[in-house]
């Protein structure tokens, strides 16, 4: 392969290497580009769920759900088929005790952003194949995570005949006992990568567990364990052999994979006893291996962020974290923001560097595209779990919508937002900042044969 090198690749990188070149106390203020909205009551056909969950506080979306699934609670996501994109919703209703009848799904979803020259704000289902919209949420839409073969090794509920094993619940879908269908008793997955191979990763947190499954959602080995840590939810906890050194709903709320497809970077969301306060762990996995390398750094949460909301990779060393706190619109002080942690030069072990990059409750919004009458805009909601790279000038943001629940912008079930954001200050892709490298490295080579 020949690079060419010219001027304008030579001040590309220049430009690269100065927007990463030292730490900022805040980030330059940036715009909402894209916007769109799916309202909570959006559902999919499948069996009966939420009937071990409570209502929500303010009345709408009353549970159950009669023959539907909610398309709702994004906690993670990776680009689909055209200009769609692949969600997955996370456990159901918020618990492992409320969630059995919850399937685990991942859905295309197809965005309509309202933008300055147009666009009618909206989100219909799309083709899983194809990215093409689609009328609504159905079984060419989504794919479901299941266990056929029998490859993990905890019980899940398609195991029992009455949910959660108890014979005053109702029965079990029959759906899920003859397909072996996980669901959110089963396993919380906050997070999702797909590799060099085609496989999906999904990132849980009631072990913490990485599942393996293939582009069908069909799991293809045992859960793989964190070595050393520990959720109130682990198996080994369960069964009395270790005690748990890591809170509910701690594990993987975070999973970044490099270009090449064969190294994930997990991060948990919170701190493992012992730990120095308010540090998450990050930890590399190799794909290939299908075994943690021993590679390790941490994570320091702000003053004010209490959890961290979604990681993706910028490049093999760093990646773009969300960091939030409980703070909505309606309840305590918001603090969502997106940092760039940096692991370059940082010993194993050690804490990555952190650089401010957007402020959720501070983005410019001068054609006001969510129609609320202000040009600044900001992201209140709770929890903010997905965020992807679309290009080294836009990101773009989900927010998880904890159907039915909500309070983010008002006193009703929150319903979930796509953000297109343009950055003050770009991010290069992995790919391109790969091709920099290579450039550079000519450069260099270039000048050592003149010297």
Do not use: C
């Amino acid at each position: 392969m020949h690079i060419a090198v010219t001027q304008r690749s030579v001040a590309l990188g220049l430009a690269i290497a100065a927007a990463f070149a030292a730490p900022v106390a805040h980030a330059a203020t940036s715009t909402l580009t894209g916007w769109a909205l799916m309202p909570a009551a959006t559902f999919s056909d499948g069996p009966t769920s939420g009937q071990f969950a409570g209502n929500n506080p303010y009345g709408s979306n009353p549970l159950p759900l009669v023959g539907m699934q909610p398309v709702q609670g994004f906690s993670g996501v990776i680009a689909g088929a055209g200009n769609s994109f692949r969600v997955i919703t996370d456990n159901g209703f918020g618990s492992q005790g409320n969630s059995a009848d919850t399937l685990l799904r991942a859905y295309a979803v197809l965005p309509d952003f309202r933008t300055s020259t147009g666009g009618s704000g909206t989100v219909s289902a799309a083709n899983w194949n194809t990215g093409a919209a689609s009328a609504a949420f159905n079984a060419a839409s989504r794919i479901t995570l299941s266990d056929p073969n029998n490859k993990l090794s905890i019980k899940i509920q398609a195991d029992y005949t009455h949910y959660y094993n108890n014979a005053a619940n109702p029965m079990v879908d029959a759906s899920i006992r003859s397909g072996r269908l996980l669901t959110g008793a089963d396993l919380d997955v906050e997070s999702v990568r797909q590799d060099k191979n085609g496989n999906l990763w999904f990132g849980d947190e009631f072990g913490p567990y990485l599942i393996k499954a293939d582009a069908n959602g069909v799991v293809q080995r045992r859960e793989i364990a964190l070595p050393g840590v520990f959720a109130p939810q682990n198996e080994a906890v369960l069964n009395g052999s270790v005690s748990a050194n890591l809170g509910g709903s701690g594990g993987f709320e975070g999973m970044a994979i490099n270009a090449s497809g064969d190294k994930l970077y997990t991060l948990l969301e919170k701190t493992v006893a012992g730990d120095p306060a308010k540090s998450l762990r990050i930890n590399e996995f190799d794909i290939d291996a299908e075994a943690y390398t021993g590679t390790s750094f941490m994570y320091q949460l702000e003053a004010d962020g209490t959890a961290i909301g979604d990681m993706t990779a910028i490049d093999d060393h760093r990646f773009l974290v969300i960091e939030r706190n409980g703070g909505t619109a309606t309840s305590g002080t918001p603090f969502k923001k997106i940092f760039i942690a940096d692991t370059t030069g940082v010993a194993n072990g050690g804490f990555a560097t952190k650089t401010e990059l957007v402020d959720l409750m501070n983005i410019a919004d001068p054609d006001d595209l969510n129609g609320d009458g202000l040009t600044t805009f900001s992201f209140p909601y709770v929890t903010i779990e997905d965020v992807l790279i679309l290009d080294a000038n836009t990101l773009l943001v989900i927010n998880d919508n904890n159907f039915p629940y909500g309070g983010g912008r008002g006193l009703y079930s929150d319903d979930t937002e796509f953000l297109k954001i343009s950055l003050a200050n770009p991010v290069p892709e992995p790919e391109t900042y790969a091709l920099l490298l290579a450039g550079l490295g000519l450069i260099g080579f270039a000048a050592r044969r003149r010297g």
